[in-house]
C-alpha cells in the first residue's frame, strides 16, 4: 500500500450550502489515496448538498478545496446519487455503454457483459431499461464501477450507493470498493448502513450551523 | 455511424517529489453523444409522434372547416399550415431537458466534464429533424388539402425550413428557463411565443410576396441568417442556464 498518503482531495473550511442557505461551515477533510471515508450526519445535514458541491453541481462560496494537489473541485469523479442517468428507451447495454463513453471509454462486448455479470444483469443486455426494477436500474448505474480503475476516475462520490440493493449485492460491492482503494482510488460515500470497509469516518453533524 | 477506436488512453503523471498522482481526464467525443440521442429519440418514437399528429390533424380539420371554397382555402392554406407548424413546435419541446435532469443525465453530462453546448446542439439538431424536419414535409399535403400550386408549396416548405431551427432554438431557451419549476411547461409557450411572432410573419410573409408575383427570397434569407445566428449563439446561452438547474 504504497499508494497510502498521496492527497488526493483536501477540504479546508469548506461551507455546506444549498443555495442561499448554510448547512454546515467549516467542513475538513483529508482524502488520501487508498482512503474509503464515510460520510455521517442526520437526514437534514448536508450529505448529499457536500457531494454535489464536490461534483460541481452546486457553488463552493466559501473554503478551499484542492484536488491532487491543485487548487480547485474534482476533475471528472464518479458521481452515483438518486437520479441515476438512466434513459428509459435506452437499453440496459446502451445505458451502461453511454455512462462509460463519459469518461472516455469505449466498452467492448465482453466488457459489458463481464460488468453486467458482475451486477446480475446477464442476459439483459437488450432488454429496454423501462422494464427493469428501481433495484435493478439502479444496478445498471453500480455496473460501471466493475469497469472503472483509479487511473480514470480517482475519486468516487456515492451517494447513498447501497439503496435498493440485497446483501448478496452489498457484500460485491463492498468487495469491490476496497479493491479500488488498494489500486489507488478514493471514495467518499454517504450510506445510513454501517460500512464495513470504510477506513475514514466524516460526521457532518459537528459542523453544523 | 462506425466504432471510433477510442480506449482508455488516461495518462498518469506521478511526480515524485510531492507524490501527488495527477490524471488527465479525457470526455466523450461527439459520434457517442450523437449516437445516444439518436438512439433515444429512435426507440421513443411514440414521444414525437404526438406533435406530429396534431401537426397533420389541424391541417387537415381546416379545410373540413372553413368549407369547399378553393379560393378561400388557398389564401388561408400557407397561414394554416404555418400556425399548425408552429403549435406542433411549441407542443414537443416540453421534453426537451426536463427529463435530462429528472433521470439524472444532466448530471452525469457535467460531472463527466463533457461540453455541455455540443450535447444540447446535438440534442436540438435531432430534435429539429424528428419535428420541424418532418413537418416540412407534411406541409407539402397542402397541395391536396387548400389547393395551394406546387410552387407555393415548395416556397411553404423552404420558408418552414429557414424558419424553424430559430422558433426550436427560442423554445429551447425558454424551456431552460423554465427548468427548475415545478410547472415549467406552461410557461414556455407564454416566454417563447411572443418572440416567435416575428418570424411566423416574416415566413407567411415571404410565401405571399411569391404569391402574387414578387421576389420574397430576401425574407427567407433573413429567415435563414436568423436561424443560423441562433443554432450558433443558443447552445451556450442554453449550456449556461442548464448549469444553473440545481440551484433552487
Not at chain 2, 418570424?199 to 436561424?227: C, Q
Request: aromatic share 6%.
Amino acid at each position: 500500500m504504497t499508494v497510502l498518503d498521496t492527497p488526493v482531495l483536501t477540504l479546508d473550511e469548506m461551507m455546506v450550502q444549498r443555495g442561499e442557505i448554510p448547512l454546515c461551515e467549516g467542513v475538513t477533510l483529508h482524502l488520501s489515496a487508498g482512503s474509503i471515508c464515510h460520510l455521517i450526519g442526520a437526514n437534514g445535514t448536508g450529505k448529499t448538498t457536500l457531494l454535489m458541491q464536490l461534483a460541481g453541481l452546486l457553488p463552493v462560496l466559501t473554503g478551499e478545496i484542492s484536488y491532487q494537489g491543485l487548487s480547485g473541485l474534482p476533475i471528472q469523479p464518479l458521481y452515483v446519487s438518486h437520479q441515476l442517468g438512466i434513459h428509459p428507451n435506452l437499453t440496459v447495454a446502451q445505458n451502461l455503454t453511454f455512462l462509460l463513453n463519459l469518461y472516455g471509454i469505449t466498452p467492448s462486448a465482453t466488457d459489458i457483459d463481464d460488468a453486467l455479470t458482475w451486477v446480475g444483469l446477464q442476459g439483459f443486455e437488450t432488454i429496454s431499461s423501462s422494464h427493469l426494477s428501481a433495484g435493478q436500474t439502479r444496478r445498471i448505474t453500480l455496473a460501471r464501477l466493475y469497469l472503472l480503475t483509479p487511473a480514470v476516475t480517482p475519486l468516487w462520490l456515492l451517494d447513498e450507493p447501497f439503496t435498493a440493493l440485497d446483501v448478496d449485492m452489498v457484500a460485491r460491492m463492498e468487495a469491490r470498493l476496497c479493491d479500488f482503494a488498494q489500486a489507488g482510488g478514493s471514495i467518499l460515500m454517504t450510506s445510513h448502513q454501517a460500512v464495513g470497509v470504510a477506513n475514514q469516518m466524516l460526521d457532518l453533524s459537528d459542523y453544523m450551523v | 455511424m462506425t466504432d471510433s477506436p477510442m480506449q482508455v488512453s488516461t495518462t498518469i503523471t506521478a511526480n515524485k517529489k510531492s507524490n501527488i498522482i495527477v490524471t488527465t481526464p479525457r470526455s466523450i467525443g461527439f459520434m457517442q453523444l450523437w449516437r445516444r440521442e439518436w438512439q433515444v429519440k429512435q426507440q421513443g418514437a411514440v414521444q414525437w409522434l404526438y406533435p406530429l399528429v396534431l401537426f397533420l390533424v389541424i391541417i387537415t380539420l381546416f379545410p373540413l372547416a372553413v368549407g369547399s371554397e378553393p379560393a378561400l382555402l388557398q389564401r388561408l392554406g400557407v397561414s394554416a399550415v404555418w400556425i399548425a407548424a408552429l403549435l406542433s413546435l411549441v407542443m414537443g419541446v416540453d421534453g426537451l431537458f426536463k427529463p435530462a435532469l429528472d433521470n439524472g443525465t444532466l448530471a452525469q453530462l457535467v460531472v463527466a466534464n463533457a461540453s455541455l453546448p455540443l450535447w444540447v446542439l446535438i440534442r436540438l439538431v435531432i430534435h429539429w429533424i424528428f419535428s420541424s424536419g418532418i413537418v416540412a414535409i407534411l406541409s407539402l399535403l397542402a397541395v391536396p388539402l387548400f389547393q395551394l400550386s406546387w410552387f407555393e408549396a415548395w416556397i411553404l416548405m423552404a420558408s418552414i425550413v429557414t424558419g424553424s431551427p430559430m422558433l426550436l432554438m427560442l423554445s429551447a431557451v425558454a424551456s431552460s428557463l423554465t427548468l427548475s419549476l415545478k410547472n415549467g411547461a406552461v410557461l414556455v409557450p407564454l416566454i417563447a411565443l411572443p418572440m416567435q411572432l416575428p418570424v411566423l410573419i416574416f415566413a407567411t410573409g415571404a410565401v405571399d410576396l411569391f404569391a402574387t408575383g414578387l421576389n420574397g427570397l430576401p425574407i427567407l434569407a433573413l429567415l435563414l441568417a436568423g436561424s443560423i445566428i441562433s443554432v450558433l449563439v443558443m447552445p451556450w446561452v442554453i449550456a449556461v442556464t442548464l448549469k444553473m438547474s440545481w440551484l433552487n
